[in-house]
């Protein structure tokens, strides 16, 4: 799993109100190099949550990301490289997500997050 | 003949498909699906997608052939595939490995987890939902099951899927959807129009056992939301007739990215 897939999930369990960013429990992380596409990058800025990545990269043992952003950063080349890094190639192979709300653990097992609710959770 | 042969669009290979006991198999709709792509292909390169999905993604034939033809990161294209079944996911991470390419897998139901943060990013949707007319009790059994199994109509898990890809689809976002005839597939146009949605039949295909339609939606956003009962007459007309198979290819390979 991706962090670009870890900051599009939340916990949907019946009755959390704030179930994003699921806190990452990594046990296992690899990095897959893949080619880099700017335009890609720059379209997704907008979009992701820039704190969320920055704890889930951190999580994930990669404390290469500035905390705080603009969109002029994205001129930056060096940036760029950082930001896909941390997006499209570190993956969380096996760990868990973890509900901020409710502690709920979400397995990750050979890099697939479990979202499946139990049938009182839904 | 050869050097057309060559010039191919390359989709998925059955042979470097994975199996699972518990997991659908490419069939006729999974074909249809992905013919209905092919068909498509110039406008979709055209379209420049960052973010692909597929709602059920069972051996992972559909995805595959999605990211044969578009390309992947460094076309700056990236696909998300989801299963309810968890068999399914794996195979489809195997059968995606085998040709190279890559999706992120989440096990869940439809996309559940992900409607929040993911809508209104993906640009283009594929879906072979559960379609087959059951009893309502099937629907969402473990296994292999829960990739047939549609209920009444066929419609059960159909119903569920449009709204969810109604929030996940992009402004210029597009939905290719299997349906069969059982499930009204005029109706589900009409139903979609209503939402905004323009429609059109991609293929067309009847088999042994069953008659297919690959239906298209993109927000038409000439359509007013609010028009009480709108006409099918969008749909009628926009009806194409089938596509002879492999006779639309008029670009070669090379403008992949």
């Known amino acids: 799993m991706r962090l670009l897939t870890h900051n599009m999930l939340s916990s949907n369990i019946k009755g959390v109100v704030n179930g994003f960013p699921l806190r990452i429990e990594a046990e296992k992380v690899v990095e897959k190099t893949v080619e880099m596409n700017s335009e890609f990058l720059k379209k997704m800025f907008d979009k992701v949550d820039w704190k969320a990545l920055v704890d889930a990269s951190r999580a994930m043992g990669y404390t290469e990301l500035p905390e705080e952003v603009d969109s002029s950063i994205l001129d930056s080349d060096e940036f760029l490289n950082r930001f896909h890094h941390a997006l499209l190639e570190l993956h969380l192979e096996e760990g868990a997500l973890v509900c901020p709300e409710t502690g709920r653990r979400f397995p990750v097992n050979k890099g697939i997050p479990n979202m499946l609710l139990h049938e009182d959770e839904v | 003949m050869l050097a057309s042969y060559k010039e191919l669009p390359r989709t998925a290979q059955i042979r470097l498909v994975s199996s699972h006991q518990e997991v659908y198999e490419p069939c006729d709709d999974s074909f249809a699906l992905v013919d209905a792509l092919l068909a498509d292909r110039s406008n979709l390169l055209e379209h420049h997608p960052s973010l692909c999905m597929e709602i059920g993604c ?175 007459s969008g749909f009628i007309g926009s009806l194409l007739t089938h596509i002879p198979l492999f006779s639309f290819w008029r670009r070669t390979n090379s403008d992949k990215c």
Not at chain 2, 72 to 81: D, R, S
Not at chain 2, 176 to 183: D, E, K, P
Not at chain 2, 210 to 232: M, T, V, Y
């Open chain 2, 58 to 232: 069972g051996s992972g034939y559909v995805i595959t052939s999605l990211a044969l033809i578009l390309g992947q990161e460094g076309c700056g294209v990236n696909y998300i595939a989801t299963d309810i079944n968890p068999h399914a996911v794996e195979v489809t991470q195997k059968t995606m490995e085998a040709h190279g390419v890559g999706a992120e897998l989440v096990l869940t139901d439809i996309a559940a987890g992900l409607e929040e943060r993911l809508a209104g990013l993906v640009d283009v949707m594929v879906v072979n939902p559960p379609y087959v007319p059951t009893p309502e009790d099937e629907v969402g059994v473990e296994g292999i099951t829960s990739s047939w199994a549609g209920g009444e109509n066929g419609r059960s898990v159909i119903d569920k899927i449009l709204p969810v890809a109604d929030r996940l689809l992009s402004e210029k976002g597009w939905l290719y959807m299997v349906t069969l005839t059982a499930n009204n597939p005029s109706e589900i146009c009409q139903q979609m129009r209503k939402k905004g949605y323009g429609s059109k039949i991609v293929i067309q295909r009847s088999t042994e056992e069953e008659s297919l339609h690959i239906i298209k939606f993109w927000r038409d956003f000439d359509i007013g939301k609010d028009e009480p009962n709108q006409s099918a």
